[in-house]
């Protein structure tokens, strides 16, 4: 999208001002429509404020759910493409998609499809929309695909939270923890260890292990910064090389506890993915292509193109599977039956649910046994520092009774 400033006349006065269209054409067109004859016109650049800030996805995923659903709900009562469009462009909750589904609207009115209309926000529409929508205009089921997409990302969103919550409290305890140790460490054991220099008597080995700790801290409190910024660094380059991500998504699969979570979650979304594309009769190989970009883990991506091109070899699509440490026995062997019965889809989708409800199972009984467990690592940390000042006054207290 451009920017483009304008003069032109429409029937009462003349008029200026500033245009976003994907081209000068675009803009002309757009004018036009408003009744205004174009006398000039160029692009200007995009100042800062002009542009649209966002953080992250620029439509949230339950949002976005919810217009899926509405979205569907309208074309079931029997309102038009075009109308559903500009009811749903003045209720949605966020702000970038009321603006794009107002251009969208546009687009509509000029007789373009809708799949093609959306094809040209790749940001808020994924190709896996986009195939939805078009294979439901071939067929007519145009309702029918948004409602198996609003169930799709709703399976997938709710998956996805639960593993987040699952992971997220060991790392905010984990943080506050550090946090704790690091203050006590700088501001509180000092104050007591220049007491203990003045007692002249030898202090306890736990006592010397925390006091030199404290002290490592005061001074070289820089390099346990840098070293986090070094580890940030690192994780961050490597994501951005796609040998990296490969080697950050095997640690992270064969990580204890979280890494079990963490595949069984990742083969619920290839499985839902699949199931959802087979089912709108989407070309195989196109359908695995798309899996392989959304499925979220290097590992399983890389495998999921093995089978795509063992497919187009001609081989079979479940042997790329059967050898690799990731894909339990469960995957080819439901694969297989689907194939040999043409019930696909049908067979993926119960193995998506099984997955999902294997991962929400997995993160009740992480929370279960997380909770109790970081608080007794805590407890035992802030313990160890608070009895290593303990022990030496306790030595002060039997000195000062034996005198």
């Given at each position: 999208m451009a920017s483009f400033k304008y003069e032109g006349r429409d029937r009462k006065k003349i008029r200026s001002g500033v245009i976003v269209a994907d081209n000068r054409r675009s803009a002309v067109e757009k004018l036009r429509d408003e009744g205004v004859r174009v006398i000039d016109i160029r692009e200007v650049p995009t100042s800062t404020l002009q542009k649209d800030i966002s953080f992250g996805a620029p439509v949230k995923r339950d949002q976005f759910i919810m217009f899926l659903r509405q979205f569907s709900t309208l074309m079931r009562a029997g309102v038009t493409i075009v109308d559903a469009v500009k009811i749903l462009s003045q209720q949605v909750e966020s702000k970038a998609l009321r603006k794009t589904l107002s251009e969208i609207n546009e687009e509509l009115r000029k007789g373009n499809p809708l799949s093609s209309s959306l094809a040209k926000y790749p940001k808020i529409f994924e190709p896996l929309t986009i195939n939805l929508v078009r294979a439901g205009e071939l067929s007519g089921t145009i309702d029918e695909s948004l409602d198996r997409l609003a169930t799709h990302y709703d399976k997938a969103y709710q998956t996805r939270q639960k593993v987040i919550s699952a992971m997220s409290y060991p790392v905010i305890v984990g943080v506050l923890a550090i946090g704790v140790i690091i203050f006590l460490l700088s501001s509180i054991v000092p104050m007591f260890a220049e007491m203990f220099e003045g007692m002249g008597n030898e202090l306890p080995l736990l006592t010397q292990v925390v006091m030199g700790a404290s002290d490592f801290v005061k001074v070289y409190w820089y390099l346990i910064v840098l070293a986090a910024l070094l580890f940030a660094g690192a994780i961050w380059l490597m994501k951005r090389n796609?040998?990296?991500?490969?080697?950050?998504?095997?640690?992270?699969?064969?990580?204890?506890?979280?890494?079990?979570?963490?595949?069984?979650?990742?083969?619920?979304?290839?499985?839902?993915?699949?199931?959802?594309?087979?089912?709108?009769?989407?070309?195989i190989l196109?359908?695995?292509?798309?899996?392989?970009?959304?499925?979220?883990?290097?590992?399983?991506?890389?495998?999921?193109?093995?089978?795509?091109?063992?497919?187009?070899?001609?081989?079979?699509?479940?042997?790329?599977?059967?050898?690799?440490?990731?894909?339990?026995?469960?995957?080819?062997?439901?694969?297989?039956?689907?194939?040999?019965?043409?019930?696909?889809?049908?067979?993926?989708?119960?193995?998506?649910?099984?997955?999902?409800?294997?991962?929400?199972?997995?993160?009740?009984?992480?929370?279960?046994?997380?909770?109790?467990?970081?608080?007794?690592?805590?407890?035992?940390?802030?313990?160890?520092?608070?009895?290593?000042?303990?022990?030496?006054?306790?030595?002060?207290?039997?000195?000062?009774d034996q005198m």
């Open positions: 796609e040998k990296g991500t490969l080697i950050l998504d095997t640690i992270m699969l064969r990580i204890p506890i979280f890494g079990k979570m963490l595949k069984k979650s990742a083969l619920a979304r290839m499985t839902r993915t699949l199931s959802s594309l087979f089912s709108s009769s989407v070309p196109q359908a695995m292509t798309m899996t392989e970009k959304v499925v979220g883990n290097a590992v399983m991506s890389k495998v999921i193109l093995a089978s795509r091109d063992s497919l187009e070899r001609g081989g079979s699509l479940t042997e790329p599977m059967k050898n690799h440490w990731a894909f339990p026995p469960l995957i080819p062997h439901m694969i297989s039956i689907g194939e040999q019965t043409g019930s696909l889809d049908h067979m993926l989708a119960k193995v998506a649910e099984f997955y999902e409800k294997e991962v929400e199972a997995e993160t009740d009984r992480l929370k279960a046994l997380i909770e109790p467990l970081m608080i007794v690592v805590l407890a035992a940390l802030v313990g160890t520092i608070i009895l290593s000042i303990m022990l030496p006054m306790f030595d002060m207290f039997q000195n000062v």
